[in-house]
């Protein structure tokens, strides 16, 4: 049976459990916060929520990460609110080979979806994380002798800057229709605020009708030309 390991920075910060056994119910399937002494024991580990940079550990080709953009484009931080500020048409995911470098693996697979107006944060991060599962599935499927495939990066890139506390003020003059995508985009942990003589207030979007898991995903492997 595979053994596929999940590398966390802290055990209590997220709870796989019902992701692995929706998904990945027919894999040996571990959940740590300890980097493993021999990687090679291990026919995938997917670094989730791991900030840390940790050097040569892709060399076995068996270690990955998934980036919420259409990489190149997109590096660094906050993918989700801006897939949403700007406007993009779709919503990417792609899992790359961990390299030393940032968002700068070899390309194994991207998964994609389009926009809709009524898609806000909160629903694009479950989306992501179920979908981030869907491909795993699908990438032990496809490699079962282990050794991950993929291409180089490609392209010219850019690179999304760490976002703040403050970078979620909004301007009292500006109007609610400038701020509608912004308001999409925060999420309740950090919402949307502004201040008015002297006094903080929040701001949180909705929408009337929760909007379903989408249904055009696209999804293209990077280890042969054609889609799949």
């Known amino acids: 049976m595979m053994r596929v390991l999940f590398l966390l920075n802290k055990l209590n910060e997220t709870d796989l459990s019902s992701l692995i056994e929706r998904y990945l119910g027919g894999f040996q399937v571990e959940v740590s916060d300890i980097v493993p002494e021999e990687t090679a024991d291990y026919d995938l580990i997917v670094l989730w929520n791991y900030k840390k940079i940790l050097k040569g550990i892709g060399r076995n080709r068996n270690v990955m990460v998934f980036h919420s953009t259409d990489l190149p484009k997109g590096k660094g931080w906050a993918p989700i609110y801006n897939t949403i ?26 998964a994609k979806f389009s926009m809709k107006p009524n898609y806000l944060a909160k629903h694009l991060r479950v989306w992501d994380e179920e979908l981030c599962f869907l491909l795993i599935g699908k990438i032990l499927n496809r490699f079962p002798s282990g050794g991950l495939k993929g291409i180089p990066e490609t392209g010219e890139g850019d690179f999304y800057p760490k976002r703040k506390a403050e970078d979620n003020r909004m301007d009292v003059n500006t ?13 309740d942990g950090h919402p949307a605020y502004f201040i008015q003589n002297g006094i903080k207030y929040t701001l949180k979007l909705d929408v009337a009708e929760e909007p379903e898991f989408p249904t055009d995903i696209t999804i293209q492997f990077y280890d042969q030309p054609q889609s799949t």
């Open 85 to 110: 500020i700007r406007e993009e048409k779709e919503y990417c995911i792609t899992g790359i080979l961990v390299n030393d470098e940032i968002d700068a693996g070899e390309y194994i697979v991207k």
């Open 175 to 187: 109007s609610l229709l400038q701020n509608i995508n912004h308001l999409r985009a925060c999420e």
